[in-house]
């Protein structure tokens, strides 16, 4: 049975929550039944199926936002939040 795919908020909308210098505030839920991305307030939420091991959740939330976006993943830094729900990633300048 094939995954469905992931609900992702237009590439504008997420752009906007990021503050002058490109930082975006997430709150992530690894091992979630199913994957995407929710605007809350000022922030995005993620939800990825990948588990909080060895970083695999931290590389699927990447992954995530950068398919959202429209970029390379290897364009997203994971500023702060290496270990906890609570991320600050930096976005490429557009």
């Given at each position: 049975?094939?995954?469905?795919?992931?609900?992702?908020?237009?590439?504008e909308a997420i752009r906007a929550l990021?503050?002058?210098?490109?930082?975006?505030?997430?709150?992530?839920?690894?091992g979630a039944r199913s994957e995407g991305l929710e605007i809350a307030g000022d922030r995005l939420v993620v939800r990825v199926r990948a588990k909080p091991t060895d970083g695999a959740a931290n590389k699927a939330v990447i992954g995530l936002v950068a398919k959202a976006i429209g970029v390379a993943p290897s364009r997203l830094e994971?500023?702060?939040?290496?270990t906890a729900r609570e991320k600050l990633l930096r976005l490429p300048s557009a």
């Open positions: 049975m094939a995954r469905p795919r992931p609900d992702l908020p237009p590439a990021a503050d002058a210098e490109g930082r975006l505030a997430l709150r992530v839920t690894p994971l500023l702060r939040g290496h």
